[in-house]
């Protein structure tokens, strides 16, 4: 089983940068498919971005692509969303998670983090 704790939320500017950390314990990113979710107040959770355990394949939603980036530092068993060029539609709370496969569905990860809020002004 694995410990998900996100990091790094905050209120910033349209078109400014931000860095979510997901920090893992209990077991290795690496042996999961981890995955960003965000969700904003009375709205279903959807899918941000994901990247594969094995080979660290990543994957996004459209609406982020070119501007959200998912990696992986398996020394510090840290799973990041590199966000650029914010928007204020981008404002949610962000959701790590982990799972046994790839995937844009978020009943395909068992293991979730409390979440971080993101808040981009315009």
Do not use: H
């Amino acid at each position: 089983q694995v410990q998900l704790v996100e990091s790094g939320g905050a209120l910033v500017q349209a078109g400014d940068s931000l860095r979510l950390s997901c920090a893992a314990s209990g077991r290795t990113v690496s042996s999961y498919a981890m995955g960003w979710f965000r969700q904003a107040p009375g709205k279903e959770r959807e899918f941000v971005g994901s990247i594969s355990g094995r080979i660290g394949s990543t994957y996004y939603t459209d609406s982020v692509k070119g501007r959200f980036t998912v990696s992986r530092d398996n020394a510090k068993n840290t799973v990041y969303l590199q966000m650029n060029s914010l928007k204020p539609e981008d404002t949610d709370v962000y959701y790590c998670a982990a799972g046994a496969f790839g995937s844009n569905k978020e009943n395909d990860y068992p293991y979730w983090g409390q979440g971080t809020q993101v808040t981009v002004s315009s």
